[in-house]
């Protein structure tokens, strides 16, 4: 179970390289039937892929089911499991089938919507989430700006209120300032 979870924490959703692990179980160990009866029960939830989609889920389900209740099964069942033994083993399976369900519809959901947003400039807000996110920026008060505009045949001040943040005691204007 050890190594399911690394080939998990190698192989990620949006890898870009191929991945490819061998897991060696010894014939007659209780690995064996474990195997044999979450690929069984794996195999009649997701019987509608192919081959190798379902080589791909197997893993990932896999990785999700937790070690520490797998071995407890297993060492529990001595060398021939029992129909409660597949059972728990099953049990495991779709909660683990149904884990990786539900982080598949959120990473769906957020490459969605990471694919729907404008692919124009950063907004100054933006930068502002990204300070505070990544360089523990903290909001500071508000700044106006006057700038001066041709309206009208005249020549008129405009006020423009710009949040600032504070990086490293440091005050910082969020927005265009025109190098001021």
């Known amino acids: 179970m050890e190594l399911e979870q690394r080939v998990g924490r190698i192989h990620r959703f949006g890898s870009r390289q191929t991945i490819i692990v061998e897991t060696l179980v010894a014939n007659g ?35 999700l089911v937790p070690p520490a209740e797998l071995e407890e099964i297993v060492g529990n069942a001595g060398v021939n499991p029992s129909q409660t033994t597949s059972d728990q083993i099953g049990q495991l399976v779709s909660e ?14 957020n490459a969605e919507n990471i694919r729907s947003l404008s692919r124009g400039e950063a907004r100054w807000s933006d930068l502002g989430v990204f300070l505070d996110r990544f360089c523990s920026a903290r909001p500071g008060p508000d700044s106006v700006v006057t700038s001066f505009r041709f309206q009208d045949d005249e020549i008129t001040a405009v006020d423009e209120t710009l949040p600032t943040v504070v990086v490293d005691q440091t005050l910082y204007a969020c927005g265009d300032t025109g190098g001021y």
């Open 29 to 63: 160990s209780r690995e064996v039937d474990m195997y044999r009866i979450a690929r069984e029960r794996l195999g009649l939830i997701a019987s509608q892929l192919d081959p190798e989609q379902f080589e791909t889920l197997f893993g990932r389900v896999m990785s």
């Open 96 to 109: 683990g089938y149904k884990n990786w369900q539900k982080f598949d519809e959120a990473y769906r959901s």
